[in-house]
């Protein structure tokens, strides 16, 4: 009896709720007035001598829109200081056991075997964790990739 009660509220209050929401989506003219927003206007580039203020404002500068986001990108580009070494997908061959294996460039997907072998050659000076791969270790494991495909033990 109680279940009854508690399932006929419940349907009930469904209802309101779907009848308010479908209520409110029909009476919002937000949704035509979103689409009739004039475009941005171009702001002329003004020059540098009259872009410095004769006094210091006293309140805090508006944040300024980059109009032009290409150029943002280029310059976010320079400064990462990881050098660009070449990584492709190789064939590997274990020399113990003579397994060979697709290696790629992601140090985490890279078989125990290969991490081994880093390590023996004295190419990394130990095997890295997921959490330990910061900028330096990753241009380091990059490099050390790149020089252990080219060797000619480990070629199939």
Not at 36 to 54: D, F, G
Not at 65 to 78: I, R, W
Request: glycine share 2%; net charge positive; proline share 8%.
């Amino acid at each position: 009896m109680m279940s009854d009660i508690f399932f006929v509220l419940t349907v009930i209050y469904v209802a309101y709720v779907v009848y308010v929401v479908m209520d409110v989506e029909k009476n919002t003219p937000a949704a035509d007035e979103a689409s009739k927003v004039p475009p941005l206007i171009a702001v002329k580039k003004v020059p540098a001598t009259a872009q410095k203020p004769a006094v210091m404002p006293t309140t805090k500068p508006k944040k300024v829109v980059n109009s032009q986001p290409h150029k943002a990108a280029k310059k976010t580009n320079k400064a990462s200081t990881a050098p660009k070494v070449e990584l492709r997908t190789v064939m590997m061959k274990n020399p113990k056991t003579g397994e060979e294996a697709k290696i790629a460039s992601n140090y985490r997907m890279v078989k125990r075997w290969v991490k081994e072998a880093l390590v023996e050659e004295g190419l990394l000076p130990k095997i890295y964790k997921t959490n330990e791969m910061d900028t330096e270790a990753k241009a380091e494991v990059a490099k050390a990739l790149s020089i252990i495909k080219a060797m000619d033990k480990y070629k199939p």
